[in-house]
């Protein structure tokens, strides 16, 4: 079972003098549990094509299957298809609007035709899955909280609707450094309790390489670069600048401690293993 994206183009405007061309045949195959990066410059397609997975946009060519459904067919196969993809946009928090948190997560499953009872245990099992206390914030107003817990408030209510597949278009932007890290830090929790597959849009190539099991690496409309993450940071210097990305900023600074003598690995994404590198390449050397 799996997302599968066949020959898919999109066409902002069609017809128009300010028509463009935004996805061009794209083909691609998201399976259960992967944990799927999506990076890319601005305008460069990320989220029209996170936007198919769903059906939220209709394809100007091509199919959308999830788990072998045409989402685009009618009846209500196609309904309950898209239900398994739960979509979290960009600044979600400008979406709440219940007086309390707890009505704001519980909107969603009412909407499908829940039990209240069911509905209060979805409640609660999706604030604990994002690390908010039902006994202290269910009643609390969202506009009363920091911006990092907003974003978790609008993430419970995706993951309250119980989605197979999790997609999440910059779920960092805006936020401080603390939100930032709270919020990737609920994300990671999520994947790695429940097994759910997530797919994130993202710029931070620091939290993609530290997150992701697989990166897309859109430019123009197309599917530039798609594999392991290390391998594509390791292997694809020239596309993703072509792309207007480039490797996270611990692995450009191995590449230049390398450059000046020191015997440290420049294929390591992540500062953790960065600094082992530098700790092994030191102690080596004798002067640590």
């Known amino acids: 079972m799996s997302i599968e994206l066949k020959n898919i183009s999109y066409i902002y405007m ?19 549990g992967e944990f799927v990066g999506i990076i890319g410059h601005t305008g460069s397609g990320k989220s029209t094509l996170v936007q198919h997975l769903n059906g939220l946009l209709k394809p100007g060519s091509g199919e959308v299957f999830v788990d072998e459904v045409d989402l685009n067919a009618r009846g209500n196969a196609s309904k309950l298809a898209k239900r398994k993809v739960g979509m979290v946009f960009q ?12 009505a704001d997560i ?12 069911e509905i209060k245990q979805r409640v609660c099992d999706a604030m604990e899955f994002v690390g908010l206390d039902y006994d202290t914030f269910a009643e609390r107003s969202p506009f009363q ?6 974003r978790r408030v609008a993430i419970a209510g995706v993951i309250a609707l119980k989605p197979e597949y999790l997609v999440l278009d910059e779920p960092s932007a805006g936020l401080d450094p603390r939100g930032r890290e709270e919020i990737f830090s ?7 309790k429940t097994g759910i597959a997530v797919i994130m849009v993202s710029h931070n190539m620091e ?29 694809g ?10 490797v996270p900023r611990i692995t450009a600074l ?10 440290v690995d420049d294929t390591v994404i992540t500062a953790e293993e960065g600094v082992k590198s530098i700790l092994s390449a030191l102690g080596g050397q004798g002067t640590c």
Not at 91 to 102: C, D, G, R, S
Request: hydrophobic share 35%; net charge neutral; proline share 5%.
């Open 14 to 32: 069609k017809n128009t003098p300010f028509e463009h061309m935004a996805l061009q045949n794209i083909s691609l195959t998201i399976n259960p």
């Open 91 to 102: 600044y979600p928090e400008h979406q709440l609007f219940e007086e309390t948190i707890a």
């Open 106 to 117: 519980a909107f969603g499953p009412r909407s499908l035709g829940c039990e209240e009872s």
């Open 145 to 150: 909280l920091s911006g990092g817990q907003m």
């Open 186 to 192: 609920q994300i990671m929790h999520l994947y790695n």
């Open 207 to 235: 939290e993609v390489a530290r997150m992701a099991t697989r990166l897309i690496v859109m430019n123009q409309g197309q599917i530039s670069l798609d594999g392991n993450p290390r391998e594509i940071f390791k292997n």
């Open 237 to 246: 210097s020239v596309s993703l600048q072509a792309a207007g990305v480039d």
């Open 254 to 263: 191995m590449r230049y401690l390398k450059g000046q003598g020191l015997k």
